[in-house]
Protein backbone atom coordinates (compact mmCIF):
# COMPACT_ATOMS: atom_id res chain seq x y z
CA UNK A 1 0.00 0.00 0.00
CA UNK A 2 1.14 3.37 -0.51
CA UNK A 3 -0.15 7.22 0.09
CA UNK A 4 -0.70 8.40 -3.25
CA UNK A 5 -0.28 11.97 -3.99
CA UNK A 6 -3.80 14.20 -4.67
CA UNK A 7 -4.19 16.06 -8.04
CA UNK A 8 -5.16 19.80 -7.55
CA UNK A 9 -7.15 22.36 -9.72
CA UNK A 10 -6.66 23.00 -12.32
CA UNK A 11 -5.26 19.50 -13.34
CA UNK A 12 -7.18 18.24 -16.09
CA UNK A 13 -7.78 14.69 -14.82
CA UNK A 14 -10.21 16.23 -12.21
CA UNK A 15 -12.52 17.42 -15.18
CA UNK A 16 -12.62 14.17 -17.26
CA UNK A 17 -15.69 12.02 -17.61
CA UNK A 18 -14.33 9.09 -15.68
CA UNK A 19 -14.78 5.57 -17.17
CA UNK A 20 -16.24 2.47 -15.88
CA UNK A 21 -14.25 -0.18 -14.57
CA UNK A 22 -14.72 -3.32 -16.33
CA UNK A 23 -12.87 -6.07 -14.59
CA UNK A 24 -11.42 -6.25 -10.83
CA UNK A 25 -8.03 -7.30 -11.02
CA UNK A 26 -4.89 -6.86 -9.44
CA UNK A 27 -3.98 -3.07 -10.22
CA UNK A 28 -7.67 -2.45 -9.65
CA UNK A 29 -7.26 -3.65 -5.85
CA UNK A 30 -4.19 -2.12 -5.34
CA UNK A 31 -5.28 1.08 -6.35
CA UNK A 32 -7.99 0.46 -3.82
CA UNK A 33 -6.01 -0.46 -1.15
CA UNK A 34 -3.85 2.88 -1.72
CA UNK A 35 -6.82 5.24 -2.11
CA UNK A 36 -7.92 3.69 1.81
CA UNK A 37 -4.59 4.22 3.04
CA UNK A 38 -4.73 7.90 1.16
CA UNK A 39 -7.91 9.01 2.30
CA UNK A 40 -7.16 9.01 6.16
CA UNK A 41 -3.48 10.53 5.32
CA UNK A 42 -4.71 13.55 3.87
CA UNK A 43 -7.82 13.66 6.51
CA UNK A 44 -10.15 12.78 3.70
CA UNK A 45 -13.72 11.77 4.39
CA UNK A 46 -14.06 10.80 0.62
CA UNK A 47 -11.65 10.24 -2.26
CA UNK A 48 -12.16 9.61 -5.77
CA UNK A 49 -9.71 7.90 -8.04
CA UNK A 50 -9.52 10.97 -10.21
CA UNK A 51 -8.14 12.83 -7.35
CA UNK A 52 -4.74 10.71 -7.33
CA UNK A 53 -4.68 10.59 -10.99
CA UNK A 54 -6.49 7.83 -12.39
CA UNK A 55 -9.89 8.47 -14.61
CA UNK A 56 -11.77 5.65 -13.31
CA UNK A 57 -14.89 5.49 -11.43
CA UNK A 58 -13.85 4.58 -7.85
CA UNK A 59 -14.64 6.33 -5.07
CA UNK A 60 -14.03 5.64 -1.19
CA UNK A 61 -15.82 7.20 1.74
CA UNK A 62 -14.64 7.25 5.42
CA UNK A 63 -16.44 8.43 8.09
CA UNK A 64 -15.26 8.63 11.60
CA UNK A 65 -15.54 5.33 13.99
CA UNK A 66 -17.15 3.37 10.92
CA UNK A 67 -15.98 1.29 7.80
CA UNK A 68 -14.95 2.89 4.78
CA UNK A 69 -17.21 2.46 1.93
CA UNK A 70 -15.69 1.46 -1.42
CA UNK A 71 -17.79 2.37 -4.60
CA UNK A 72 -16.85 0.87 -7.82
CA UNK A 73 -18.92 2.50 -10.98
CA UNK A 74 -21.34 3.62 -8.21
CA UNK A 75 -24.65 5.72 -9.54
CA UNK A 76 -27.00 7.82 -7.68
CA UNK A 77 -30.84 6.10 -7.67
CA UNK A 78 -32.36 8.54 -5.71
CA UNK A 79 -32.44 11.84 -3.94
CA UNK A 80 -34.16 14.16 -2.03
CA UNK A 81 -34.18 17.22 0.14
CA UNK A 82 -31.63 20.30 -0.37
CA UNK A 83 -29.35 21.85 2.53
CA UNK A 84 -27.03 24.35 2.41
CA UNK A 85 -23.78 23.07 3.35
CA UNK A 86 -20.10 24.67 3.72
CA UNK A 87 -17.83 22.60 1.70
CA UNK A 88 -14.25 21.98 1.18
CA UNK A 89 -12.31 19.52 -1.27
CA UNK A 90 -8.85 18.24 -0.98
CA UNK A 91 -8.03 18.91 -4.84
CA UNK A 92 -9.10 22.44 -3.99
CA UNK A 93 -6.54 23.16 -0.87
CA UNK A 94 -7.09 26.63 1.43
CA UNK A 95 -10.81 27.35 0.29
CA UNK A 96 -14.56 26.38 0.65
CA UNK A 97 -17.39 27.38 -0.38
CA UNK A 98 -21.17 27.68 0.32
CA UNK A 99 -23.20 25.53 -1.98
CA UNK A 100 -26.50 23.42 -1.76
CA UNK A 101 -26.39 19.66 -1.58
CA UNK A 102 -29.52 16.96 -1.53
CA UNK A 103 -30.52 15.80 2.70
CA UNK A 104 -30.49 12.67 1.10
CA UNK A 105 -29.05 10.29 -1.17
CA UNK A 106 -29.11 6.96 -2.43
CA UNK A 107 -25.94 5.34 -4.28
CA UNK A 108 -25.79 2.08 -5.86
CA UNK A 109 -22.70 0.34 -6.47
CA UNK A 110 -20.16 -2.87 -6.66
CA UNK A 111 -18.04 -3.01 -4.09
CA UNK A 112 -14.35 -4.75 -4.56
CA UNK A 113 -15.37 -8.37 -5.05
CA UNK A 114 -17.82 -6.91 -7.88
CA UNK A 115 -21.19 -7.33 -5.54
CA UNK A 116 -23.55 -4.90 -6.17
CA UNK A 117 -24.95 -2.75 -2.91
CA UNK A 118 -26.48 0.24 -2.03
CA UNK A 119 -25.88 2.84 0.67
CA UNK A 120 -28.42 5.53 1.49
CA UNK A 121 -26.95 8.44 3.79
CA UNK A 122 -27.97 11.85 4.62
CA UNK A 123 -25.85 15.08 6.21
CA UNK A 124 -22.44 14.38 5.83
CA UNK A 125 -22.91 10.87 4.07
CA UNK A 126 -25.12 12.32 1.59
CA UNK A 127 -22.63 14.96 0.70
CA UNK A 128 -19.23 12.45 0.63
CA UNK A 129 -21.53 10.33 -1.88
CA UNK A 130 -22.97 13.46 -4.08
CA UNK A 131 -19.18 15.37 -3.65
CA UNK A 132 -17.48 11.60 -4.96
CA UNK A 133 -19.46 11.21 -7.28
CA UNK A 134 -18.99 14.49 -8.91
CA UNK A 135 -15.41 13.81 -9.50
CA UNK A 136 -16.10 10.79 -10.96
CA UNK A 137 -18.13 13.34 -14.13
CA UNK A 138 -15.75 15.67 -14.03
CA UNK A 139 -17.52 18.32 -11.31
CA UNK A 140 -16.09 19.95 -8.36
CA UNK A 141 -18.15 21.97 -6.08
CA UNK A 142 -17.36 24.53 -7.58
CA UNK A 143 -19.13 24.16 -10.20
CA UNK A 144 -21.97 24.85 -7.97
CA UNK A 145 -21.23 28.02 -6.85
CA UNK A 146 -24.63 30.89 -6.95
CA UNK A 147 -21.45 33.66 -7.05
CA UNK A 148 -18.13 34.25 -6.57
CA UNK A 149 -18.65 35.91 -2.41
CA UNK A 150 -19.79 32.46 -1.53
CA UNK A 151 -16.54 31.38 -2.17
CA UNK A 152 -14.04 31.98 0.44
CA UNK A 153 -9.89 31.21 1.43
CA UNK A 154 -9.36 29.43 4.91
CA UNK A 155 -6.61 29.84 6.95
CA UNK A 156 -5.29 25.91 6.86
CA UNK A 157 -6.64 23.02 6.30
CA UNK A 158 -7.80 22.28 9.92
CA UNK A 159 -11.24 20.67 8.49
CA UNK A 160 -11.73 17.53 7.10
CA UNK A 161 -11.84 17.35 3.03
CA UNK A 162 -13.95 15.52 0.18
NI1 LIG B 1 -13.21 16.62 -3.65
Redesign the pocket.
Known amino acids: MAVLSICCAPDPVLRRRAKRVSSLDGSIQKLIDDMLETMPAVSGV ?3 AP ?1 VGVSLRIAVIGLADEDPIVMVNPEIVKRSGERTVVE ?5 PGYRGEISRSVSVTVKARDRQGKEFRVKGTELLAQALE ?2 L ?2 LNGV ?2 LDYLESPDKLYEIEAEEEQ ?2
Open positions: GLAQGCLSVHEDHLYGL
